[in-house]
Structure formats: C-alpha cells, structure tokens
T-cell receptor, first 113, second 114 residues
Framework: NAGVTQTPKFQVLKTGQSMTLQCAQD?????MSWYRQDPGMGLRLIHY???????DQGEVPNGYNVSRSTTEDFPLRLLSAAPSQTSVYFC????????????FGQGTRLTVV | AQKITQTQPGMFVQEKEAVTLDCTYD???????LFWYKQPSSGEMIFLIYQGSYDQQNATEGRYSLNFQKARKSANLVISASQLGDSAMYFCAMRLNTGNQFYFGTGTSLTVIP
C-alpha cells in the first residue's frame, strides 16, 4: 500500500525557476496539506485542502500555489524560487476529523541557489 | 500565537531509562486531538500516539505513553526503557475541531546514550 507518495525526493533550483512538488495519496483522505520544515522551527503549514476544489492558506503561503482537482492529488507549485524557500517539504493527508493522525510523505529536500 | 510549545530543544537519556518529553498547548476549543510524531535521521515522520481532549485515560502505545494534564494544558510523551533506536526528533502536534489543521511544535531532539 503506497500511502502518501511525494516526489521528487531531492531538488536543486536556481533562483527564479519554478517547479511543482507532487503529492498523491491512495487512502481517500479528504484533508491534505503541505508543510515546510526548517531547523528550529518545526513544521509550518503552507497550504491545506479539505476536499477537491477547496484550498486555503496556512501560516506561510507566500511564494507557493496549490490546487486540488482530485481527492488523490495535491501539488505544490513554487512560482519563482528564492533562497528563502530552501527547506524540507512534507505533504500529509488525513481524514477530516480531529482524532485522525496525519500520514506523511517521505519529504522533499529543496535547495535554491 | 504559538499553539504548541516544546521547551526542550535537546534531551539525553541513558539506554533502558525512561524519559519525558514536554509539550504544552494553547487552545480555547473544547474539542481537539494531541499527537506525537517521531522523525529519525532518515527524515520520515512516524506517528506514535494520540490523545483526545475528552479521553479520560492517558493514551498508551507499547513503550510510549502520553501524560495528559488537561487543566495544565500539557501532553508530555513518556518513553519507557529507552532504546538506541529511539534517538530522533520528536514533535508534538495538536489538531483542532475547527479548521482541522495540525499545529506542530518546534521539536525535541532525543539522544539515547549506550
């Protein structure tokens, strides 16, 4: 069983380039989210979605776009990469209920030079 | 406003000893869930244990237990009989009934000493 599949695992971008981080889950979860993890700052929410066609901003949304056209997929787009976006990115999914844990992808280590 | 606080950036514990990782939270929502995740050096996030705000008993999962003190708004993770494989970063998280977002703390790095 795949769970949450996140690609790529590693990526190096030049400043100003754009790219899309892919996230797919096969658990029929309504809730999907993207986090960035920086040293000493824990996981900070970028964007989230409670279902297909519904997205909302989290704590640090600037510079990122998302869409949710299907239940399974929740891609994260970096519009114009900046060195401040160097981070580890995690996609997570869960059922839409406070008692349900989040399932995480393997993470993407992004470096912007 | 910080909703989850983990005040211990790093902790050390002797192998086979117990260790408590602290977590306090802040919410006025009466319905919420509290979670602990483990992140080993390989980077994946592993779910450990869950406690609901209305649960009367402290949650336990094998060597993990959650010391839930609602009045103090604390949800400390207790790891009994520490093993070398417990060396990792540990994150406390809260999920509210409103919005259903997860809020994570900054983490505690645990090192188990042989």
């Amino acid at each position: 069983n795949a769970g949450v599949t996140q690609t790529p695992k590693f990526q190096v971008l030049k400043t100003g380039q754009s790219m899309t981080l892919q996230c797919a889950q096969d658990m029929n979860h309504e809730y999907m989210s993207w986090y960035r993890q920086d040293p000493g700052m824990g996981l900070r929410l970028i964007h989230y979605s409670v279902g297909a066609g519904i997205t909302d901003q989290g704590e640090v949304p600037n510079g990122y776009n998302v869409s949710r056209s299907t239940t399974e997929d929740f891609p994260l787009r970096l519009l114009s990469a900046a060195p401040s976006q160097t981070s580890v990115y995690f996609c997570a999914s869960s059922y839409d209920w406070p008692a349900d844990e989040a399932f995480f992808g393997q993470g993407t280590r992004l470096t912007v030079v | 406003a910080q909703k989850i606080t983990q005040t211990q950036p790093g902790m050390f514990v002797q192998e086979k000893e117990a260790v408590t990782l602290d977590c306090t939270y802040d919410t006025s929502d009466p319905s919420y869930g509290l979670f602990w995740y483990k992140q080993p050096s390989s980077g994946e996030m592993i779910f450990l244990i869950y406690q609901g705000s209305y649960d009367q008993q402290n949650a336990t999962e094998g060597r993990y237990s959650l010391n839930f003190q609602k009045a103090r708004k604390s949800a400390n993770l207790v790891i009994s009989a520490s093993q070398l494989g417990d060396s990792a970063m540990y994150f406390c998280a809260m999920r509210l009934n409103t919005g259903n977002q997860f809020y994570f703390g900054t983490g505690t790095s645990l090192t188990v000493i042989p």
